[in-house]
């Protein structure tokens, strides 16, 4: 990898009369983010021009917000993400719930300190003045980046959280929504999995079956997502059944997880759908847009 060398490729690809698009897409999705960082400060010190810049000036659309995507600090890609969910024109809840439940803690901190230095507000104070009542206690929730990140599975505790669930839920009239938001929110992956299967014993049904039944809206969203993480999040952006695609989540999902966990988003999105994401992504979208998508998709 020579940083000058790629440095050198997108400039020759932005130079003169016309765009090479491909030369672009070529380039960036072969590097990983940090390398991409590198080429960014490669480009300023030896060609003498801001790349962000000239990419914007370049390229425009769907296409340009994927390749902008790619050259954004992760951390900050999620903060600008976050902070146009809450203060463009009306909320984007999706957006919220999918960024908070699936990063670690150690990034959610990385985005609590640099949104607070960015916007002057904290994350917290944004969610609490723009979301309410239960959704907004779970975005709270997940913004402290407090969650069990361990593996330990107490068996004893599995049962108790199972059997809990089922009376905050099925067993009573109305639903007791703080039992569900303490237990998916705090425990660990390891351990829901557990609970979840001991919960289908007693209750006849899957967990997300329940909370389907049992909640609406933005906090049926955000439980889910809790439980299931991310294939669920690019699930609910597109829609093989033809109903239009959410771009702004499409694009979100496929910059931030291209390197993370694309192939079991893809193994997921198979089993929902039937259909493979590149199949998917070949059928609904068209142009640079589909191209640069498909090269991060794989496969």
């Given at each position: 990898f020579s940083a000058?060398?790629?440095?050198?490729?997108?400039?020759?690809?932005?130079?003169?009369?016309?765009?090479?698009?491909?030369?672009?897409?070529?380039?960036?999705?072969?590097?990983?983010?940090?390398?991409?960082?590198?080429?960014?400060?490669?480009y300023k010190s030896t060609i003498g021009r801001d790349l962000i810049d000239d990419l914007k000036s370049e390229l425009s659309g769907n296409f340009e917000r994927v390749?902008?995507?790619?050259?954004?600090?992760?951390?900050?890609?999620?903060v600008h993400e976050l902070r146009r969910a809450l203060k463009g024109a009306g909320t984007d809840e999706g957006c919220l719930i999918e960024i908070l439940a699936s990063r670690t803690n150690a990034e959610i901190r990385h985005i609590n300190e640099n949104y607070k230095l960015q916007y002057g507000s904290t994350l917290e104070d944004d969610i609490v003045s723009d979301t309410s009542s239960m959704f907004r206690r779970v975005l709270v929730s997940l913004a402290t980046g407090n969650r069990d990140e361990g593996t330990f599975v107490d068996e004893a505790l599995a049962q108790q959280d199972a059997q809990a669930l089922y009376e905050a839920g099925e067993k009573r009239w109305g639903t007791d929504e703080v039992q569900f938001m303490s237990i998916?929110?705090?425990?660990n992956r390891s351990h829901l999995l557990r609970v979840f299967d001991v919960y289908r014993g007693i209750a006849n049904k899957d967990i997300t079956d329940s909370i389907k039944s049992e909640m609406s809206g933005d906090l049926e969203d955000a439980l889910l997502a809790v439980g299931e993480f991310p294939a669920f999040k690019l699930c609910v952006a597109v829609s093989p059944q033809g109903l239009g695609t959410d771009d702004s989540t499409l694009i979100r999902v496929m910059v931030s997880r291209a390197e993370?966990?694309?192939?079991?988003?893809?193994?997921?999105?198979?089993?929902?759908?039937g259909k493979s994401l590149h199949s998917f992504i070949k059928g609904d979208c068209s142009g640079d847009y589909r191209k640069v998508l498909l090269r991060l998709c794989g496969g």
């Open positions: 000058e060398q790629e440095a050198q490729a997108l400039r020759k690809a932005m130079k003169g009369f016309g765009t090479d698009e491909d030369a672009i897409i070529e380039t960036l999705t072969k590097l990983n983010v940090s390398q991409r960082q590198q080429v960014l400060i490669t390749i902008i995507g790619l050259m954004t600090p992760t951390t900050m890609y999620d998916l929110c705090t425990r993370i966990d694309m192939l079991y988003i893809r193994r997921e999105f198979l089993a929902m759908y």
